[in-house]
């Protein structure tokens, strides 16, 4: 069963930092999309960041130069490093992939970050 679990979440200072992971349960190679979202309550589910289906990267406006997405496909996990966070980046964070082998759509659990003083 093909499963994401995010991790790396917590309660962080505005200006600090958290790398949230996000871990398949086989490879990612076959996940040909993956991307991290957000919601925060009241507020619709927005992309954060994402790997295409051609390979490259793509940012919200509100995180560009501060987010970086990463993959490490040896381990089958994807990285959000968030350096410089505010309170507006309060949400929970999921992690949505594209399965090319078995054609479907997964998604984790979510992770919650909130950023306070």
């Known amino acids: 069963q093909v499963q994401l679990v995010e991790s790396g979440g917590g309660l962080v200072q505005p200006g600090g930092s958290l790398r949230l992971s996000c871990a398949a349960s086989?490879?990612?190679?076959?996940?040909?999309?993956m991307v991290w979202y957000r919601q925060a309550p009241g507020k619709q589910r927005e992309l954060v960041a994402g790997?295409?289906?051609?390979?490259?990267?793509n940012y919200a406006d509100s995180v560009k130069g501060r987010f970086t997405i990463s993959r490490d496909n040896a381990k089958n996990t994807v990285y959000l490093q968030m350096n410089s966070l505010k309170p507006e980046d309060t949400a929970v964070y999921l992690c949505?992939?594209?399965?090319?082998?078995?054609?479907?759509?997964?998604w984790g659990q979510g992770t919650q970050v909130t950023v306070s003083s």
């Open positions: 949505y992939g594209w399965n090319i082998i078995t054609r479907n759509d997964y």
């Open positions: 086989g490879s990612i190679i076959s996940f040909t999309r």
């Open positions: 790997f295409t289906t051609g390979g490259s990267t």
